[in-house]
């Protein structure tokens, strides 16, 4: 869960569970059209639609009902490394010329490996931090 997830959850229990429903609604669609075609990767990206669909939810939410207004670049560095990290872990599938199971094995640890150096890079930029240390309530 992230800070905007535990707001909801205590101020808004209720809608917490509305925007659940919707996000679980949101991956069963997305599987039913993307598993058939795709199999596998369909479900994966069923599960990465959902997802973002949840977390655009849940920002409008919070921004809409409670008046917190989360900046949209405070999203870009996870995303931006989570996209770097794809894009790694398809060029090592498409170069590695091993066997298939070696391969998902290179282009998992490659993905992880770019996707933890672009995050700390983007935490050092920025001066955030992935801990709730610094974080106060009213």
Not at 5 to 29: E, H, K, S
Not at 80 to 90: E, H, I, K, N, Q
Not at 118 to 137: I, K, N
């Amino acid at each position: 869960f992230g800070v905007g997830d535990l707001i909801l959850l205590y101020r808004r229990p209720l809608l917490v569970l509305r925007l659940t429903l919707v996000t679980a609604a949101v991956d069963l669609a997305a599987g039913w059209v993307l598993i058939g075609a795709l199999g596998v990767t369909g479900a994966a990206l069923s599960v990465l639609i959902a997802i973002i669909a949840g977390a655009l939810l849940r920002r409008h939410s919070l921004r809409s009902r409670l008046g917190v207004d989360v900046p949209v670049l405070h999203s870009a560095g996870p995303v931006v490394a989570a996209l770097l990290a794809g894009a790694a872990a398809a060029a090592a599938l498409l170069l590695a010329p091993l066997s298939e199971p070696a391969a998902a094995g290179i282009a998992i640890a490659v993905a992880l490996g770019i996707y933890a150096a672009a995050l700390r890079l983007w935490l050092r930029m920025t001066g955030d931090q992935l801990s709730l240390v610094e974080f106060r309530t009213e």
